[in-house]
């Protein structure tokens, strides 16, 4: 097990964690994207939405981006161009989720949008109230 310490990120601190665990499970979610359209249509779930293999494939592309970014801030926290890297995502993120639901009206505040929503807004406070403690 000390082994796979090594793997780690070895900043201080447990954002770089969350970092690197959001990643990790963000990109198996892009492999999911591109083998199926379920979880996409659960985010998307407005009965007059239509979600196709194109635009859960785009999904995927995109959170597979995000999450690269978001695995290189977390080995490299305290740089401050890959910090706001990562910042940006979540701000990206939010913007598209809110957009989908009180915009365009392609999704429903349900299980299917909770999470990402949860999971932006909690990773983008976190990261902009911890800036003075990682960033060098």
Do not use: C
Not at 27 to 36: A, C, P
Not at 38 to 57: D, E, F, G, I, K
Request: charged share 10%.
């Amino acid at each position: 097990m000390a082994g796979m310490a090594s793997y780690l990120p070895q900043n201080e601190g447990y954002l770089q964690y969350w970092l690197l665990l959001l990643s990790v499970v963000s990109i198996g979610n892009s492999v999911q994207s591109y083998l199926t359209t379920s979880y996409t249509r659960r985010v998307y779930s407005a009965p007059s939405t239509t979600v196709t293999p194109l635009h859960a494939r785009t999904f995927g592309t995109y959170t597979a981006l995000a999450s690269i970014i978001r695995l290189y801030a977390a080995y490299n926290i305290t740089d401050p161009l890959l910090y706001q890297l990562a910042i940006w995502t979540y701000i990206v993120a939010l913007g598209h989720f809110y957009s989908e639901w009180l915009v365009f009206k392609t999704a429903r505040f349900g299980e299917g949008l909770v999470g990402p929503l949860a999971i932006s807004m909690g990773s983008l406070v976190w990261m902009v109230a911890q800036w003075r403690e990682y960033v060098r």
